[in-house]
């Protein structure tokens, strides 16, 4: 199967490999760093399909955190891993110390508690009661370059810590689109998704509902003409053999999708 190259990409399983380790550590207190590591480095699993799917289950599962996987996976999306200045970054969410300064730029917000600091006592003082620290302290965050500039994806917390500790710089990986249009193309699809979504399209067929069937395979084709990985896990490993399905949902799918 040639999966498109760039799903191999080292610098995107580093970024994938430390986003677990954190969230992971999170959940599971005794887990080691070298434990999940070696799952996600695992020999028997089958690379890129199992690597990029555990990511998915695990970052849904988790922290439902929609959308991560497409950036992540995403050919127009170029990743690095550097540090950055922690005045050029937005909140990637509105938080109780973003709203009091109406706005998620760091700076910003910097600038409102140099002119109010009492607030910025009691902020600051606020967050630390609810911070947890520990190992994943000093993760790598993620950010993700979107129109209002530089969004943090994934360390929030990290980030806010960072502010209110006068830190200037953190360590990050940087996702910038290589196109115009920031929008994720050609990532991976997740092979439960196309899964579940031909779930619901097998119960039209055998409800005899035409109408929802067209419908789901609207759908459905638009999942996938836009992955090529998705092309491989449909027609390889989601399509059932059932030639009761297979053949009325391949009479919708071929010369649209190039499967």
Do not use: C
Not at 154 to 183: C, L, P, Q, S, W
Not at 192 to 220: H, R, T
């Amino acid at each position: 199967m040639d999966y498109p190259k760039h799903l191999s990409e080292k610098i995107r399983e580093e970024v994938a490999v430390s986003y677990l380790k954190h969230e992971l550590r999170k959940v599971f207190p005794s887990i080691k760093t070298e434990e999940i590591e070696m799952l996600m480095q695992n020999k028997s699993l089958a690379i890129p399909r199992d690597f990029w799917n555990g990511v998915h289950g695990i970052g849904m599962g988790l922290k439902l955190h929609i959308g991560f996987i497409y950036l992540l996976t995403a050919e127009n999306i170029n990743w690095t891993k550097k540090k950055v200045g922690i005045d050029s970054l937005f909140f990637g969410v509105d938080r109780e110390n973003t709203k009091l300064a109406d706005s998620r730029s760091v700076k910003i917000i910097k600038d409102f508690y140099q002119k109010n600091k009492e607030l910025e006592i009691m902020a600051k003082q606020k967050f630390l009661a609810n911070w947890m620290g520990g190992e994943q302290e000093n993760d790598p965050i993620i950010i993700i370059d979107k129109t209002e500039g530089l969004a943090v994806y994934e360390g929030n917390n990290r980030v806010e810590k960072a502010m209110f500790d006068g830190i200037e710089e953190i360590e990050a990986f940087v996702g910038r689109y290589t196109t115009e249009t920031k929008k994720p193309l050609n990532y991976w699809l997740p092979t439960s998704l196309i899964m579940d979504n031909l779930f619901f399209v097998y119960q039209a067929i055998d409800d005899n509902n035409e109408v929802l069937f067209e419908q789901q395979m609207v759908v459905l084709k638009d999942m996938i003409k836009n992955s090529e990985s998705g092309k491989i896990e449909f027609s390889e490993r989601a399509l059932t053999k059932k030639e009761k399905y297979r053949e009325k949902i391949l009479t919708k799918i071929p010369t649209e999708v190039g499967i």
